[in-house]
C-alpha cells in the first residue's frame, strides 16, 4: 500500500517489503505497478524475488522514502508539518500538480505538454494567484472548495 502513497516518510526503524512471495505467491495489490517507477529494476527484482526486508535508510538513500525520523512522534510532526506547507497552497493548484506529475511519469515529454497545455486552462485562477503573491510565503485563504456533483 505504500507503494500507493504521494509522499513517505518513516521513522529510522521502519522497513518494507514485498510479503507475497515469502507465502508462495506474486505481489498482486498493485506492487509491481507502481513499484518499478519508484526504484531502481535491480532493486525491485531483488526484493520481490527474496522478500527481503528494504531498510528505511535504503529507502531513502533510494528516493523511495522523502524523509527519516528518529520516533513516532517526530514522524507524525514531521508530516503534519509537510501536511500545513501542502495545505497552504491553492488546492486547484496542488491537485493539478499531482495529476500532472502522474501523467508525464505514464507519457511522453510531447504527450505530457499537450495534457498541460489542455489542463492549465481549467484550473488557471488569477484570484488565487493574487492571494498566493498577497500572502507572501504565508497561508493564504482561498475559501471554500467547490462541492463536487
Known amino acids: 500500500m505504500v507503494s500507493a502513497c504521494c509522499l513517505r516518510y518513516a521513522t529510522r526503524d521502519a522497513w518494507f517489503v514485498i510479503q507475497e512471495i515469502n507465502l508462495g505467491m506474486m505481489a498482486d495489490v498493485g506492487t509491481f505497478n507502481r513499484v518499478p517507477k519508484q526504484l531502481p529494476e535491480a532493486v525491485i527484482r531483488e526484493l520481490g524475488y527474496t522478500g527481503d526486508r528494504l531498510t528505511a535508510e535504503r529507502?531513502?538513500?533510494l528516493?523511495?522514502?522523502n524523509g527519516l525520523f528518529d520516533s513516532h512522534e517526530a514522524l507524525v510532526e514531521g508530516a503534519l508539518a509537510v501536511a500545513r506547507r501542502i495545505a497552504s497552497k491553492a488546492p486547484a493548484a496542488v491537485a493539478a500538480t499531482k495529476q500532472m506529475i502522474s501523467f508525464a511519469r505514464d507519457h511522453s515529454v510531447a504527450e505530457s505538454f499537450d495534457y498541460l497545455n489542455a489542463?492549465?486552462?481549467?484550473?488557471?485562477?488569477?484570484?488565487?494567484?493574487?492571494r498566493s503573491v498577497a500572502a507572501k510565503g504565508a497561508a493564504a485563504d482561498y475559501g471554500d472548495l467547490p462541492a463536487l456533483g
Open 59 to 61: 529507502a531513502e538513500r
Open 63 to 65: 528516493g523511495f522514502v
Open 119 to 130: 489542463l492549465q486552462p481549467g484550473i488557471f485562477s488569477i484570484e488565487d494567484i493574487k
